[in-house]
């Protein structure tokens, strides 16, 4: 818990967040006939675009992508762990994956990739719990309910 409020603090609990998935995911649009709804990077840019005021939080499988994004927005994106495998796949611990979730549900505004279940688990917890707006409204509730 501390390492999400960490995370929020760095980016001065103002922030929007992306997910992009570009893995495997691609491959299985293809499969089920469904790319023309493949998120494009323009998509994500877009977004960032017309949120200009917020800090940028960036979870992601793909080091091309981050490394493109952290490119584009290098003052925005306040906090980034590197990806360091360059394989097909991120090999992300437990710990990494659940910090991305949290951060990317108690953010201002997100944006996630079409047809990624991590995305939509994601929108889930924003939209059935409105943990945002209790957060933003109380940053310490969760230091406080946790302890």
């Keep these: 818990m501390n390492n999400i409020i960490k995370i929020i603090k760095d980016l001065n609990n103002k922030y929007v967040s992306i997910h992009i998935r570009r893995t495997d995911l691609t491959n299985h649009l293809k499969h089920i006939n469904k790319l023309h709804l493949y998120t494009k990077d323009n998509d994500f840019i877009t977004f960032l675009n017309k949120n200009t005021e917020y800090n940028i939080y960036l979870a992601t499988d793909n080091t091309e992508t981050q490394n493109k994004f952290l490119k584009l927005y290098p003052e925005r994106i306040k906090h ?34 079409y047809y990624s279940s991590f995305s939509q688990f994601i929108e889930l917890i924003r939209r059935d719990n409105n943990i945002k707006n209790n957060f933003h409204n109380n940053p310490l509730l969760l230091t406080e309910k946790y302890k």
């Design 80 to 113: 980034i762990k590197k990806i360091n495998n360059i394989e097909n796949h991120r090999k992300t611990d437990l710990q990494d994956a659940l910090l991305d979730i949290f951060v990317c549900a108690l953010s201002n505004k997100f944006k996630g990739t």
